[in-house]
């Protein structure tokens, strides 16, 4: 009878991105419910159960919740967490079936195996013309323990088997633990308290990404996604894409480069990042005009179209250059910041054309 309801179980299940995701909106509770309706699954011939209009409130009745909430559950299970699968008719796991799968071809193996044995048993064992009545029946009598024993062979290999596959499972767990990092929910669970609700997707790229940086610096991207007021997903992962790409591994070397920015911030807008670099004839342009006497006193368009030129290669807005700098009188527009990003006109260009219909204006 215990065999009856034996299927394997990963003793790390609860680690799978579909259940954490499961576990992230249900809980505990819905970790339960879960096994629960496995159980229930692994019970029928098939490993299916047929949907009609009792089966929620005989779900109900297991889950020990209204029938309501038991429908809603195994729905968010097929539709939300992809852990059952539905055709209309009937409703299944996947791995259940996957798993009984191979079970039920064993046993059907051990089965057909024994029956041969005990078949050519017979025939050796049978009607022999050189014995007498005696002997067939002596025959007869050794043939029931003999047969006793390979009845008894039966279970006793299937414990075999059973041991078998109890190492191959501890030993998969044991990989899975090596790989698996030692906190790997820590950053799962800083997602779910801060973030919202985590899809399996999501789920599967936290976990790549603390295979490759670890669990803190996962976390540690996320908590700067939420102090710079970008609660996303997408807006740490660019975070930890930064720290990969400058091969910074660890919090101390995350947290030097983040002070070094700010200090490139605190000296003013010169010295700060650029999300792209100054072309080198701009710089080789500033260098003849600082090394020629005629040029030491700058013209103050000059030093605005420079100054513009910045502006705009980091990515300023038109309201914050119109706002933050002394470029407001100029009366820029967007087109003038497109022309100067897209390189088909100087900031100096831009801000002579700009003083000449002023001058014609007035």
Not at 13 to 41: H, Q, T
Not at 83 to 111: C, N
Not at 200 to 226: C, F, H, N, Y
Request: hydrophobic share 30%; glycine share 4%.
């Amino acid at each position: 009878m215990k065999n009856t309801y034996y299927f394997s179980h990963d003793g790390n299940a609860r680690n799978d991105p579909k259940i954490l995701s499961m576990r992230s909106v249900y809980g505990s509770e819905g970790y339960g419910w879960y096994w629960i309706i496995i159980e229930m699954l692994r019970e029928q011939n098939d490993y299916k159960i047929k949907i009609n209009k009792y089966t929620w409130n005989a779900l109900a009745m297991q889950l020990q919740c209204n029938a309501d909430a038991a429908h809603r559950f195994a729905s968010d299970c097929i539709n939300e967490f992809e852990l059952l699968h539905t055709d209309g008719e009937y409703f299944w796991s996947e791995s259940l079936l996957k798993r009984m799968e191979v079970k039920d071809t064993k046993s059907e193996k051990a089965k057909k195996a024994a029956q041969a044995r005990w078949k050519k048993k017979a025939r050796q064992d049978g009607d022999s013309s050189g014995k007498s009545s005696e002997d067939k029946k002596s025959n007869a009598k050794d043939m029931q323990p003999h047969s006793e024993r390979n009845a008894d062979a039966m279970p006793n290999k299937e414990k075999k088997s059973k041991v078998n596959e109890s190492k191959e499972k501890k030993s998969k767990e044991d990989e899975e633990k090596k790989k698996e990092p030692a906190t790997s929910t820590d950053a799962i669970r800083f997602y779910q308290n801060n973030f919202g609700m985590l899809r399996p997707q999501t789920s599967e790229e936290i976990m790549a990404w603390i295979q490759d940086l670890g669990d803190d610096m996962v976390t540690e991207a996320m908590k700067r996604a939420l102090d710079r007021n970008k609660p996303s997903w997408g807006y740490a992962k660019s975070i930890l894409q930064s720290w990969a790409n400058k091969n910074i591994q660890t919090l101390e070397q995350a947290q030097a480069e983040e002070v070094e920015f700010k200090n490139k911030q605190q000296r003013g807008f010169a010295g700060s990042k650029s999300s792209e670099v100054v072309p080198e004839w701009f710089n080789k342009q500033d260098e003849q005009k600082q090394s020629s006497p005629a040029n030491n006193q700058k013209s103050k368009i000059e030093k605005d179209a420079q100054t513009l030129y910045l502006w705009v290669k980091t990515k300023k807005s038109l309201d914050e250059i119109q706002n933050q700098s002394d470029l407001g009188h100029y009366g820029l527009t967007e087109r003038d910041l497109e022309r100067i990003e897209n390189n088909s006109a100087t900031g100096l260009e831009v801000l002579k054309s700009k003083s000449k219909l002023k001058a014609v204006g007035s």
